[in-house]
């Protein structure tokens, strides 16, 4: 049996507040995320500058919900989620791509009393709504 994974954990500054709109009957948010390389100095003394590279996030249901309540731009997160990749069509005729990161979880950090350090956590099941695994073949993955 072949397994795979489409896991991102990403650590940065939230570029904008999040955009909060309803879908049906569903809350969806959207705002962009920025996570950084540090700077550093090769062996020859070249310096290689920081560089920051930006991230579509989506969140979904209660999660956008909280995010609309506690997200704010300028806050560092980490938020846990999966790859997705859209396309869509430009103005121009041709196709256009996306990568958005699909976030199951967000953890904020140390905050002010009241301001949850962890917005997703109503979202992830208690250990006893998790499906059990499926019987293990013997192989370690």
């Known amino acids: 049996m072949s397994r795979s994974l489409n896991q991102v954990t990403l650590i940065g500054n939230v570029g904008k507040d999040p955009e909060v709109r ?6 969806v948010a959207t705002f ?12 020859d003394g070249t310096e290689v500058p920081e560089k920051t590279q930006w991230h579509s996030i989506v969140l979904w249901r209660g999660l956008a919900e909280l995010a ?3 997200i704010k731009k300028g806050d560092k997160i980490t938020v846990l989620g999966s790859l997705s990749y859209r396309e869509y069509e430009k103005k121009d005729g041709g ?9 199951y979880d967000v953890i904020l950090p140390k905050q002010e009393s009241n301001r949850p350090p962890q917005v997703g956590e109503a979202d992830i099941p208690a250990p006893t709504e998790v499906p059990p695994m499926p019987p293990s073949d013997g ?3």
Do not use: N, Q
């Open 22 to 27: 309803t879908v049906g009957d569903t809350k």
């Open 32 to 43: 962009s995320l920025a996570t950084s390389t540090g700077g550093y100095k090769k062996s």
């Open 68 to 70: 609309e309540k506690y």
């Open 95 to 103: 196709k256009g791509y996306v990568t958005d990161i699909i976030g």
């Open 139 to 141: 192989l370690p993955w």
